[in-house]
């Protein structure tokens, strides 16, 4: 049974950072395609960060590019979401989320495996 578990989420001022960690178990991080997702009040869920099986580059949406850092630790089999100069706009739920395979578009219909969430929330 696969599960995955975030941690780490919290309130911080504009331009401060927090890491995201995802843990999963039932299944194997490494080999699979993993991403981050978000989702604010109103607002459709969209992919933020995405890390493809075997490496090679990742996938960042472009409001978060240059700011937000995915990595995976093979060993622990954990993913993680460092997010640095934080803004308001970036507060959401947040959600780790996995397939089997390769990645195929940041889609959260192509996702048959999502975490619970955990709150971002960034005040002006």
């Known amino acids: 049974q696969v599960q995955l578990v975030e941690s780490g989420g919290g309130s911080v001022q504009a331009g401060g950072s927090l890491r995201l960690s995802c843990a999963a178990s039932g299944f194997t991080a490494s080999g699979n395609c993993m991403g981050w997702f978000r989702q604010a009040p109103g607002k459709e869920r969209e992919g933020v960060a995405g890390i493809y099986p075997g490496g090679g580059s990742n996938y960042y949406a472009g409001s978060v590019t240059g700011r937000f850092t995915i990595s995976r630790d093979n060993a622990k089999n954990m993913v993680y979401l460092e997010m640095n100069s934080l803004k308001p706009e970036d507060t959401a739920m947040y959600y780790c989320?996995?397939?089997?395979?390769?990645?195929?578009?940041?889609?959260?219909?192509?996702?048959?495996?999502w975490g619970q969430g955990t709150q971002v929330t960034v005040s002006a």
């Open positions: 989320a996995a397939k089997w395979g390769l990645c195929a578009g940041w889609i959260p219909s192509r996702f048959p495996y």
